[in-house]
């Protein structure tokens, strides 16, 4: 299942090649939402993997992007315990653009708003 999130790029680190077929990269969303007249801001960490990695290069510090992900877990056991880990494992993202609003941005890319007056009466039956 997909996922997506908007917010601000703070932290972009380095690749780390993990082994020799497989490599990582990290980066951070600041993500501030208002909850009740309180703002809260979030920091999310997220994880390209393989030919991913590159695709953070395009984006500087501070610029608003939109990230799609996919939610990936893992656990395993060391001692007789278990252990979970949960990745962010981010596949595409995008710049969101300066007086784009969130409606905007989920609608399809052929969507056009109407611009006809209130009192036009709709001949549609339903």
């Known amino acids: 299942m997909s996922y997506e ?24 969303i600041e993500k501030s939402e208002d909850i009740g007249g309180r703002v809260i801001t979030n920091y999310i960490k997220f994880q390209c993997v393989q030919d991913r990695t590159s695709m953070v290069d395009r984006f500087n510090i501070g610029d608003d992007v ?9 656990k395993w056991n060391k001692n007789g315990t278990d252990n979970y880990i949960t990745n962010l494992d981010a596949w595409r993202m995008e710049t969101i ?5 969130v409606a905007s941005q989920d609608a399809p890319p052929d969507f056009i708003p109407s611009t006809a007056p209130d009192d036009v009466v709709d001949d549609l039956p339903f």
């Open 66 to 74: 939109k990230v799609m992900f996919n939610l990936k877990g893992t």
């Open 97 to 101: 653009k300066l007086g784009d609003d």
């Open 5 to 28: 999130v908007t917010g601000k790029l703070v932290a972009k680190f380095d690749t780390v090649q993990r082994t020799e077929t497989f490599k990582t990269r990290e980066f951070v």
